[in-house]
T-cell receptor
Framework: QQQVKQSPQSLIVQKGGISIINCAYE??????FPWYQQFPGKGPALLIA?????SEKKEGRFTISFNKSAKQFSLHIMDSQPGDSATYFC????????????FGSGTRLQVQP | DTGVSQNPRHKITKRGQNVTFRCDPI?????LYWYRQTLGQGPEFLTY????????KSRLLSDRFSAERPKGSFSTLEIQRTEQGDSAMYLC??????????????FGNGTRLTVT
């Protein structure tokens, strides 16, 4: 019930294209859904996050879409750039008293020039 | 650099040896987390501290693992009698206390452990 399922495992997109990564969760107690970006040899870095009271959040070229009834959320990267090539992880946590994140298995994104 | 600092960056040890990793969180952050990440997988939660108190431990944290955070500042993660299955990246993260917005986790660059 704690699992967060992420797809696809890898993604190749042309420069300027849209990258879409999807996640699904089971635990309806989750109330915080962040996306992290990780470059090789580095720790994950927070990219954007959403709470279930909104259906979409946009920050620059990055947008989270959230579907509470389907228990799914996705990351859209508009105008993808070679510098976006990294591994992306969705995550979820519950409650304000703890912030132990449950991560998805990751999507390796390659943006080709 | 005021980010989360982890040392060493790499550690190679022989099976059966003990190892200890250190994490220095962002100074004003009360919460400190340890995660483990294996190749091609997302980070898995191990344990977390609120100041010096260890509030939660994952079932992944066997009795060979112990974590401390004396005085609520830096933290150490010790693995005793290492096994080859312990080979992974060990990530530390810190965050402000709850009540300060979403309290995002800030990760260090990890310690990569290789057990031969």
């Amino acid at each position: 019930q704690q699992q967060v399922k992420q797809s696809p495992q890898s993604l190749i997109v042309q420069k300027g294209g849209i990258s879409i990564i999807n996640c699904a969760y089971e635990n309806t107690a989750f109330d915080y859904f962040p996306w992290y970006q990780q470059f090789p040899g580095k720790g994950p870095a927070l990219l954007i996050a959403i709470r279930p009271d909104v259906s979409e959040k946009k920050e620059g070229r990055f947008t989270i879409s959230f579907n509470k009834s389907a228990k799914q959320f996705s990351l859209h990267i508009m105008d993808s750039q070679p510098g976006d090539s990294a591994t992306y992880f969705c995550a979820a946590s519950m409650g304000t008293g703890r912030r132990a994140l449950t991560f998805g298995s990751g999507t390796r994104l390659q943006v080709q020039p | 650099d005021t980010g989360v600092s982890q040392n060493p960056r790499h550690k190679i040890t022989k099976r059966g040896q003990n190892v200890t990793f250190r994490c220095d969180p962002i100074s004003e952050h009360n919460r400190l987390y340890w995660y483990r990440q294996t190749l091609g997988q997302g980070p898995e939660f191990l344990t977390y501290f609120q100041n010096e108190a260890q509030l939660e431990k994952s079932r992944l944290l066997s009795d060979r693992f112990s974590a401390e955070r004396p005085k609520g500042s830096f933290s150490t993660l010790e693995i005793q009698r290492t096994e080859q299955g312990d080979s992974a990246m060990y990530l530390c993260a810190s965050s402000p206390s709850p009540g300060t917005g979403d309290s995002p986790l800030h990760f260090g660059n990890g310690t990569r452990l290789t057990v031969t």
